[in-house]
T-cell receptor
Framework: GQNIDQPTEMTATEGAIVQINCTYQTSGFNGLFWYQQHAGEAPTFLSYNVLDGLEEKGRFSSFLSRSKGYSYLLLKELQMKDSASYLCAVMDSNYQLIWGAGTKLIIKP | ETGVTQSPTHLIKTRGQQVTLRCSSQ?????VSWYQQALGQGPQFIFQ???????GRGNFPPRFSGLQFPNYSSELNVNALELDDSALYLC?????????????FGPGTRLTVL
């Protein structure tokens, strides 16, 4: 079966750095996406990785290792507005997005 | 540029009824994907439409059906509603045939089945 694993919940302090991990086992791989979802709202796109390595976009970076079936999302200089769920999704061989359950990130002052 | 819109925002139905949810894709996008998201879970892929044709389907029964119109807006129809159909239904649009294209989501329709 296809599986995406990410921690259920993480807590971090305002101004700090946090890394959210995602491991996956899917039938085929056509890229990995990270989305942010605030409670009661739609997911918003953060990043896309298809090749190994680090993609940096402002305070957010995303890393991919295809051989390890592993990705992480790194958030720097945390702000209170970063409190949200972070969803990892993999596009499989049928070009369908397989989603993790999301990691709820709680930011404390 | 207009983003993805969905209607209605909230809906309450009873078991056995039928429901139609609507989605207008972002300007310039020709692909629409539908997802079901239960509370505390990630979205589950229902199906995708590209240029009015179904372009992929997830593990949902045939009572979940859809349609895409020439202006690329879309409908999701669910027949014979069950209690487990209660969820947030998300529509996402993208440009291209959906293959690796970034999907942009609408605000969702919260469906409650009693």
């Amino acid at each position: 079966g296809q599986n995406i694993d990410q921690p259920t919940e993480m807590t971090a302090t305002e101004g700090a750095i946090v890394q959210i991990n995602c491991t996956y086992q899917t039938s085929g791989f056509n890229g990995l996406f990270w989305y942010q979802q605030h409670a009661g709202e739609a997911p918003t796109f953060l990043s896309y990785n298809v090749l190994d390595g680090l993609e940096e976009k402002g305070r957010f970076s995303s890393f991919l290792s295809r051989s390890k079936g592993y990705s992480y999302l790194l958030l720097k200089e945390l702000q209170m507005k970063d409190s949200a769920s972070y969803l990892c999704a993999v596009m499989d061989s049928n070009y369908q997005l397989i989603w993790g359950a999301g990691t709820k990130l709680i930011i404390k002052p | 540029e207009t983003g993805v819109t969905q209607s209605p925002t909230h809906l309450i139905k009873t078991r056995g009824q039928q429901v139609t949810l609507r989605c207008s894709s972002q300007s310039g996008h020709n692909t629409v994907s539908w997802y079901q998201q239960a509370l505390g879970q990630g979205p589950q892929f229902i199906f995708q439409y590209y240029r009015e044709e179904e372009n992929g389907r997830g593990n949902f029964p045939p009572r979940f059906s859809g349609l895409q119109f020439p202006n690329y807006s879309s409908e999701l129809n669910v027949n014979a509603l069950e209690l487990d159909d209660s969820a947030l239904y998300l529509c996402a649009s993208s440009y291209g045939d959906g293959h690796t294209d970034t999907q942009y989501f609408g605000p969702g329709t919260r469906l409650t089945v009693l």
